[in-house]
Nanobody, 124 residues
Framework: QVQLVDSGGGLVQAGGSLRLSCAASGRAFSPYTMGWFRQAPGKEREFVATIKWSGASTYYADSVKGRFTISRDNTKNTAYLQMNSLKPEDTAVYSC?????????????????WGKGTQVTVSS
């Protein structure tokens, strides 16, 4: 298994940007599909974006398409989520997740490995 540490959250005004990082350790990172999910208070965990092991394929929730970009650098064992044009409704705890042999991986129950999460707060 891999251990995941997500970071990069913070407080930003609406329209601003943040970049989240998900650093993996423990074993080879490259075979894993990586996903980002978010959970707002009182709401269920929600799919945000996912990227295939090679980085060649990505998939986004409609709510973030065109504003967020998922990427990965397998040489650094790190996945990223670039978030632009942030809105107050993007406020949530964002967590990265990893799974082998999964695509597109939009169901959080399919992931066995998770970061602890990083808080993103967007003020209006």
């Amino acid at each position: 298994q891999v251990q995941l540490v997500d970071s990069g959250g913070g407080l930003v005004q609406a329209g601003g940007s943040l970049r989240l990082s998900c650093a993996a350790s423990g074993r080879a990172f490259s075979p894993y599909t990586m996903g980002w999910f978010r959970q707002a208070p009182g709401k269920e965990r929600e799919f945000v974006a996912t990227i295939k092991w090679s980085g060649a394929s990505t998939y986004y929730a409609d709510s973030v398409k065109g504003r967020f970009t998922i990427s990965r650098d397998n040489t650094k064992n790190t996945a990223y989520l670039q978030m632009n044009s942030l809105k107050p409704e993007d406020t949530a705890v964002y967590s990265c997740a990893a799974a082998l042999g999964l695509w597109p991986g939009i169901n959080h129950r399919e992931y066995a490995m998770w970061g602890k999460g990083t808080q993103v707060t967007v003020s209006s």
